[in-house]
C-alpha cells in the first residue's frame, strides 16, 4: 500500500515546474491541515475572546496530562517497535494461526477485544497496532483488514469494564456502580458489539483480503539487532501496562516507560533520538479540538445536548441518548461529547446514562478524530507507512458505529 505519509515513504515526483513551497504544501495530508485549522481556531477563540483566558488556561491546565500521555505513548510505541518488540510478537501469533486465514482472523479479534476490555483502548491503540501491521508485513498480506481490527475494536470493546476507557469510569463513578456491577449490566451489550464488529470486519475487511490460495505462510522468528534493547523496551512496555493496572495515572505511566528506553536508546542507539518522534500534529488537534469544543460549550453546546437527549425515561430515552451521544463523539470527540450529554442525564437515570455510554464508546467511528484511541492508532499507521482511505473508514464505520450501537442498546434494555 502507498503510504499516508511522505516522511515514511520515498519523496513524491513533481513536475520540473513546481516550486518547492508548493510541493512541501502538497506532502501536507488532509488531517494536517485539520490539526492545524483547529489550532488556530482555537487560538483565535481566545484571542477574541469568545473563550475567556481564565477558561482557556484551566482547559490547557486539564488537557496537560493527557498531551503528556499522548507524546510519550507514541514515542514509547515508536522505539518499541524500533527494538523490534513488535515483529517478535507478531511472528509468534502467526505461528498460533497455522497457516489459516480465518483462524488469523479470530487470534485478531480476540487479541483486540482482551487487550481493550482488560487493560484499555488506548493501550490496544498504542500497543497492539504496530503488532499487526507489523504481521501483515511478515505474511505479506494487505494490512489494512488487521489495522481496522485494532481500531474498530479499540472503540467497541470498550464497554465491558470500567478500566477500558475513561468515559466508563466517569460513568460508574455518576450512578455509584462497582466494577462487578457494572460489568453485570455491560455485558451483554458488550457481546452485541463486539460480535457486529466481527461480522463487518469478515465481510468489508477480511474476506476480500483473502489470500488467493487460502494459506498463509509461516514466516521465520526475526531476531533483535540489540538483544540487551529489545529486553528493555519488553521491559517498558510491561512497566507501562502494570502501571495501568495498579492505578497509577496513564499519563505518568507512559512517561515513565517512554522515559526508560529514551535512556537506554541514548546509551546504545543515539542515532533512533530524533525530533520527528513526537507527534506535533496529534498534540496540536487535540489542543485546538479542546479550546473550540470549550468555546461552543459557552454558546449553547449544553443546551443543544439537553434538547436533543431529551427528558425521556426508558427505552425512548435511551436511544436519543445514545444516537446523540454518537453523533457528538464524531462530531467534537467522545470525552467531551459524554461530559456534555451526561450533564444532562439525571444521575438516577442509569439506562439512559449507560446508553449514552453506548453511543460514545461505539459510536465514534465515523471520523478519525472521534475518539484518542483512533488518533493514536492512525499516527501509528501512518508512522509505519500505511494507507488508509478515508472515504472508506468514514463510510464502513458509520455503517459499524449505527448498526453497533443500536445492538449494544437493544441488549442494554433486556439487561435490567
Known sequence: ??????????PPTTAPSTTPGRSRWRRWHVLDLVAVGLALTGAGCVATGLLP???ATATLARIVPLLLFLGTVVVLAELTAAAGVFDVLAARLATAARGSWAALFALCVGFASVTTATLNLDTTAVLLTPVLLALARSLAVPALPLAMTTVWLANTASLLLPVANLTNIL???????????????MWLPQLAAVAVTMVLLWYWYWRPARPASGDLPRPERPVPADRVLHHVAVAACLLF???ILVGVPIGVASGAAAGVLVLA??????????????????LVLVTGLFLVVGTIGRYGLHDLMA???????????????????????NLVNNLPAYVAGEAVVGASDTTVLLALLIGVNVGPLATPWASLATLIWYERCRAAGVRIPLGRFCATGAVLALVGTAAGVGALLLVR
Do not use: C, N
Open 241 to 243: 501496562v502494570v502501571g
Open 265 to 282: 536508546f541514548g546509551l546504545r542507539a543515539r542515532r533512533a533520538l530524533r525530533p520527528a518522534l513526537v507527534p506535533w500534529r496529534l
Open 171 to 185: 460513568a460508574a463513578d455518576r450512578i455509584g456502580l462497582t466494577p462487578v456491577a457494572y460489568a453485570g449490566r
Open 53 to 55: 483566558g481564565a477558561e
Open 1 to 10: 500500500m502507498a503510504p499516508v505519509s511522505p516522511s515514511t515513504g520515498p
Open 307 to 329: 434538547a436533543l437527549v431529551g427528558t425521556d425515561a426508558g427505552a425512548v430515552g435511551a436511544v436519543r441518548a445514545a444516537a446523540v451521544g454518537g453523533l457528538a463523539a
